[in-house]
């Protein structure tokens, strides 16, 4: 970690309770710039910029999915990986309850509630992988072992190309 000052958000906090390593990468945010903006900022291949998605199956209860940048998640099968009826992408308002987040700046680290967290099997494949920190134009480089430190995570394998 660098000595230079960077947000301490619930997800950084998280990370230093675990004692994860990582990296800061603060860059421009743009509204609706999404990972194409992230990967474009910090010079990074967009495949290893992780989305973090909120998510609620047919009850309302929240769920998260980490997704590779470049990729679109399978509902449906998704839904079936989980053994629930339906799901779907939570309105901002709905995911900022579960997670305590703003929308462009939702970090699987330190959600307001606990919720599930599923992630796309080859995240774990990657040498480093880059997600949200906590704050709209704020990532974390980390490693997927010491996301897997940090988080409990249900291996899916539901991504499609975008």
Known sequence: ??????????????????KINFIPRPYRYEERGGTATSARELQVDEHQVIKTLVMEDEQGAGLIVLMHGDMVVSQKNLARQTGAKQITPCTPKNAEAHTGYQTGGTSPFGTRKPL??????????????????????YLVEITPSDLTRALQLTVVEVGMSA
């Open 116 to 137: 599930p967290v599923y992630v796309e099997k080859s995240i774990l494949d990657l040498k480093q992988l880059y997600i949200n920190g906590g704050k709209r134009g």
């Open 1 to 18: 970690m660098s000595k230079e000052k960077y947000p301490v958000t619930q997800a950084i906090r998280l990370l230093r309770q675990h």
